[in-house]
T-cell receptor, first 116, second 116 residues
Framework: AQKVTQAQTEISVVEKEDVTLDCVYE???????LFWYKQPPSGELVFLIR??????QNEISGRYSWNFQKSTSSFNFTITASQVVDSAVYFC?????????????FGQGTTLQVKP | NAGVTQTPKFQVLKTGQSMTLQCAQD?????MSWYRQDPGMGLRLIHY???????DQGEVPNGYNVSRSTTEDFPLRLLSAAPSQTSVYFC???????????????FGQGTRLTVV
C-alpha cells in the first residue's frame, strides 16, 4: 500500500543550525514522483521540489538540499544554516501510477520552528 | 498570473447547512482535486477530476459533491454540513502523465471551514 511517513512531528532548532527532515515512502510502483511542500504560518502550500523515481541525483538549491535514496525508500530534506523564515510545516508527498489517478499521498507533516 | 483561486477564505456554517466552495484555475490544467487538511493527518483527497465532465471519488468523499462543467472550474459542495467537516480545504490543479502527477500541483489559498 502507498504511504508516506514523516516520523518527526515537530523539530525546534536555533537559527544557523542545520536541520534534516525525514521522509520515508512505500510504493509498489516503479514509476512515481516525490514532492516536498512548505506551509508557512500564512497557510498556503508552496512547492519546493519534485523528483521522479528514475532520477536519484541529489539536488541543492541554495540552503536547501534533498537526498533521494531508493534503497531505503527515503527522500530527506536538509536546510543548511536555518533561518527564522524557514519556520513552517513541511510536507513530503508521493504520486504513483496506480491507485487514484493523480492522487498525492501526503505525510503527516513536520513542524519546524527556528528560534532566533 | 492568478493560478488557482479559491473562495471563500473563511466560512462558519451551522450543522445541516449547505454551501459551495469555489475553485478556478487559469492554467488549462486537466487535473483538479480537493483536499482537506486536519491536524496530524496531512492532506487527504476528497474528490478529483481528470477533465470536464469527469469526476471521481478520493479517499474521504462522504458528505461532498463535485462537478466539472468546464476545464477552469471545480466547485466542492457540502450537502449537509457536520462538525466532522470542520477543516481546512485546498483545491489543486496540475497536469498528468497518464495517471501519475508528474509536475507540481498548484494549490489555492485554502478555505478554513468551521461547522458549529
Amino acid at each position: 500500500a502507498q504511504k508516506v511517513t514523516q516520523a518527526q512531528t515537530e523539530i525546534s532548532v536555533v537559527e544557523k543550525e542545520d536541520v534534516t527532515l525525514d521522509c520515508v515512502y512505500e510504493t509498489r510502483d516503479t514509476t512515481y514522483y516525490l514532492f516536498w511542500y512548505k506551509q508557512p504560518p500564512s497557510g498556503e502550500l508552496v512547492f519546493l521540489i519534485r523528483r521522479n523515481s528514475f532520477d536519484e541525483q541529489n539536488e541543492i538549491s541554495g540552503r536547501y538540499s534533498w537526498n533521494f535514496q531508493k534503497s531505503t525508500s527515503s527522500f530527506n530534506f536538509t536546510i543548511t544554516a536555518s533561518q527564522v523564515v524557514d519556520s513552517a510545516v513541511y510536507f513530503c508527498a508521493l504520486s504513483e501510477r496506480s491507485g487514484n489517478t493523480g492522487k498525492l499521498i501526503f505525510g503527516q507533516g513536520t513542524t519546524l520552528q527556528v528560534k532566533p | 498570473n492568478a493560478g488557482v483561486t479559491q473562495t471563500p477564505k473563511f466560512q462558519v456554517l451551522k450543522t445541516g447547512q449547505s454551501m459551495t466552495l469555489q475553485c478556478a484555475q487559469d492554467m488549462n490544467h486537466e487535473y483538479m482535486s480537493w483536499y482537506r487538511q486536519d491536524p496530524g493527518m496531512g492532506l487527504r483527497l476528497i474528490h478529483y477530476s481528470v477533465g470536464a465532465g469527469i469526476t471521481d471519488q478520493g479517499e474521504v468523499p462522504n458528505g461532498y459533491n463535485v462537478s466539472r462543467s468546464t476545464t477552469e472550474d471545480f466547485p466542492l459542495r457540502l450537502l449537509s454540513a457536520a462538525p466532522s467537516q470542520t477543516s481546512v480545504y485546498f483545491c489543486a490543479s496540475s497536469t498528468l502523465s497518464g495517471t501519475v502527477m508528474n509536475t507540481e500541483a498548484f494549490f489555492g489559498q485554502g478555505t478554513r471551514l468551521t461547522v458549529v
